[in-house]
């Protein structure tokens, strides 16, 4: 691939990731509140009704012409919406960046299904972040059905699970041949034990939490959550997830004490989204920063 096709694709990438966001800003405002379609009617001004011109529905740029106000009623346009599409197209254009110039895996059909399990993994946990933090849940028809999807992608998709667990721990050509199984099956259980392993241990900090706390601690929705993310992540990456979930939520937190003087209820679906993202985007620097402090601690080399 030449660097001017590598630059096209880059481009493309960009901004596909902006048309997705403002289709994510769509879910996000209308799977909550389960009273209409996420596909009609078309959209608009939630305050005067009326319909939005494809024109003032350019991602971000129309945002930005309009002033953040509607053209008809001038009511202000709440800033999420382009804050949505910039992040989406961002990730988009970030995963294309590591995919076409940095990727380990061969180019062609492999690299072009992990961009794709990357982009559909982000932005379904963008929807479920911004729902979680204005609703305090997390749809159904995201968790429930990514679950089903996380088996069927880790079956047809193996090889996913090489780039989320730790290095030289798991290979999944050197174990499948144990089992003597195909690499797709063992793909299908690699998802389902990483469901059941997502799922089951965030239940289980639940339960423990009513026990100690005398009220709930976890929601269902997070357990849902992470089976759907397991699957996805397989059973190391999605341990590793969790940990970095506690780590970023209590973080928070602390500094949210601190500036507030208050704790305040804190849902925990943006945290184990946020935990899973670190794992898709970035799992090899996850393991390798472990290998380092575990080095230090035992008093090894830097």
């Given at each position: 691939?030449?660097?001017?096709?590598?630059?096209?694709?880059?481009?493309?990438?960009?901004?596909?990731?902006?048309?997705?966001?403002?289709?994510?800003?769509?879910?996000?405002?209308?799977?909550?509140?389960?009273?209409?379609?996420?596909?009609?009617?078309?959209?608009?001004?939630?305050?005067?009704?009326?319909?939005?011109?494809?024109?003032?529905?350019?991602?971000?740029?129309?945002?930005?012409?309009?002033?953040?106000?509607?053209?008809?009623?001038?009511?202000?346009?709440?800033?999420?919406?382009?804050?949505?599409?910039?992040?989406?197209?961002?990730?988009?254009?970030?995963?294309?960046?590591?995919?076409?110039?940095?990727?380990?895996?061969?180019?062609?059909?492999?690299?072009?299904?992990?961009?794709?399990?990357?982009?559909?993994?982000?932005?379904?946990?963008?929807?479920?972040?911004?729902?979680?933090?204005?609703?305090?849940?997390?749809?159904?028809?995201?968790?429930?059905?990514?679950?089903?999807?996380g088996l069927a992608t880790g079956t047809a998709f193996p090889?996913?699970?090489?780039?989320?667990?730790?290095?030289?721990?798991?290979?999944?050509?050197?174990?499948?041949?144990?089992?003597?199984?195909?690499?797709?099956?063992?793909?299908?259980?690699?998802?389902?034990?990483?469901?059941?392993?997502?799922?089951?241990?965030?239940?289980?900090?639940?339960?423990?939490?009513?026990?100690?706390?005398?009220?709930?601690?976890?929601?269902?929705?997070?357990?849902?959550?992470?089976?759907?993310?397991?699957?996805?992540?397989?059973?190391?990456?999605?341990?590793?997830?969790?940990?970095?979930?506690?780590?970023?939520?209590?973080?928070?937190?602390?500094?949210?004490?601190?500036?507030?003087?208050?704790?305040?209820?804190?849902?925990?679906?943006?945290?184990?989204?946020?935990?899973?993202?670190?794992?898709?985007?970035?799992?090899?620097?996850?393991?390798?920063?472990?290998?380092?402090?575990?080095?230090?601690?035992?008093?090894?080399?830097?």
């Open positions: 691939m030449t660097p001017v096709q590598r630059l096209v694709l880059l481009i493309f990438a960009g901004i596909f990731g902006l048309l997705v966001g403002s289709f994510l800003n769509v879910c996000i405002f209308r799977l909550p509140r389960e009273c209409m379609s996420i596909v009609k009617p078309r959209s608009r001004c939630i305050s005067c009704r009326n319909f939005i011109a494809w024109y003032d529905n350019i991602p971000v740029a129309s945002w930005l012409i309009l002033g953040g106000r509607c053209r008809h009623c001038k009511v202000p346009i709440s800033p999420r919406y382009a804050a949505v599409e910039l992040l989406t197209g961002a990730i988009f254009a970030w995963g294309a960046y590591v995919q076409l110039y940095h990727g380990t895996l061969p180019e062609g059909w492999q690299r072009a299904a992990w961009f794709g399990v990357q982009s559909g993994l982000a932005s379904a946990l963008i929807v479920c972040t911004f729902i979680d933090l204005e609703f305090t849940i997390l749809p159904d028809e995201i968790t429930l059905w990514g679950i089903v999807l090889f996913i699970y090489e780039l989320t667990s730790k290095p030289g721990v798991f290979m999944l050509g050197d174990v499948w041949p144990m089992f003597g199984v195909n690499r797709h099956v063992l793909g299908l259980v690699l998802a389902a034990f990483g469901a059941v392993a997502g799922g089951g241990l965030i239940w289980l900090i639940g339960v423990l939490g009513k026990l100690v706390f005398r009220k709930e601690a976890m929601g269902f929705g997070d357990v849902k959550l992470m089976a759907f993310l397991g699957a996805f992540l397989g059973p190391q990456a999605i341990v590793m997830s969790l940990f970095l979930a506690v780590f970023l939520g209590a973080f928070f937190g602390i500094g949210k004490l601190i500036i507030l003087r208050r704790m305040g209820y804190v849902p925990f679906g943006p945290f184990l989204s946020a935990g899973a993202l670190v794992m898709v985007f970035a799992a090899r620097h996850v393991w390798d920063g472990l290998d380092v402090y575990f080095d230090f601690v035992r008093g090894g080399k830097l």
